[in-house]
């Protein structure tokens, strides 16, 4: 997460071009890892040579993380679409 951004403060200092960036390469890293945990959440949940037990702690543990990312990716792009102005 890239942190607190003012957005005032950087358009004033000519840096809120370089924010935007930042937000979306943060995007795209969160999607890629999005897509990676996705993968092993799915092997996880198929795998057969695990007892179910472990198949389900370790499938809750990556389903959460997944969460986790998806509101991670709201805020950069809730900031970038400008959606909270007044």
Known sequence: MLGYV??????LNHSWDTYKTLFHFEVVLIIFSMISIG???????????????????????YGQYLIQLGFWILQPIIILNEALDG
């Not at 007892?51 to 702690?57: A, E, T």
């Open 39 to 61: 993968f092993w959440f799915y092997v996880i949940l198929t795998a057969k040579n695990m007892h179910p037990n472990v198949r389900r702690l370790n499938a809750f543990y």
């Open 6 to 11: 003012n957005r005032t403060h950087a358009v």
